[in-house]
């Protein structure tokens, strides 16, 4: 079927981006890309499997993982699966995490800590990107059991999606804010006084 020049246009335009306005400040960082085989009646079909996660650097974050016969094409497959798998996160005072995080996926297990400012992200590889592509400026990570990129990012997001800021967690008690961060306030005194 034969397109016309305008559709051809609007296809160019996309490609470009020309469409994507609202995704311009999105920040898309490779993870991991890998070569596969099939292998067929005539030998080995080879294509390419790419690991990508994106992120507003504001709170949001999404990855996805795309493969084709070229790398280009598996990017792009992977970046378009990311944006639509975008999940909001918490950052207190949008530079570190609310509480520290615990996320396993198979037989990788991450641990995340929030940390005071001035820190950095201290933590390696996909959790690194993961991380970079939230907006989290503070933070330490550890990585234990498998060093697999699929099962790192993964366990990460499962970190990340048990994050909560202390008006989601007042909410659900059906309190107030601050009997929430006071409570934290008085423990932290009180142990304090203890020792």
Known sequence: ????????????????????RADSDIVE??????????????????????????????????????????VPEAIRKATEEAKKSMIRVPLRESRTLHHDGVGRWGAGKITMRAAPAGTGIIAGGPMRAV?????????????????NPYNMVRATFEALKQQASPRQVAAKRG?????????RADAAGAEAAEA
């Open 1 to 20: 079927m034969a397109r016309g020049p305008e559709q051809r246009d609007r296809r160019d335009r996309r490609d470009r981006g020309g469409e994507d």
């Open 29 to 70: 960082k490779l993870v991991f890309i890998n070569r596969v085989a099939a292998t067929v009646k005539g030998g080995r079909r080879f294509s390419f499997a790419a690991l990508m996660v994106v992120g507003d650097q504001k709170g949001r974050v999404g990855f996805g993982h795309g493969k084709a016969r070229e």
């Open 131 to 147: 991380l970079e592509a939230l907006g989290v400026q503070d933070v330490v990570g550890k990585r234990m059991g498998s060093s």
């Open 175 to 183: 309190k107030k804010v601050a009997d929430i961060i006071g409570r």
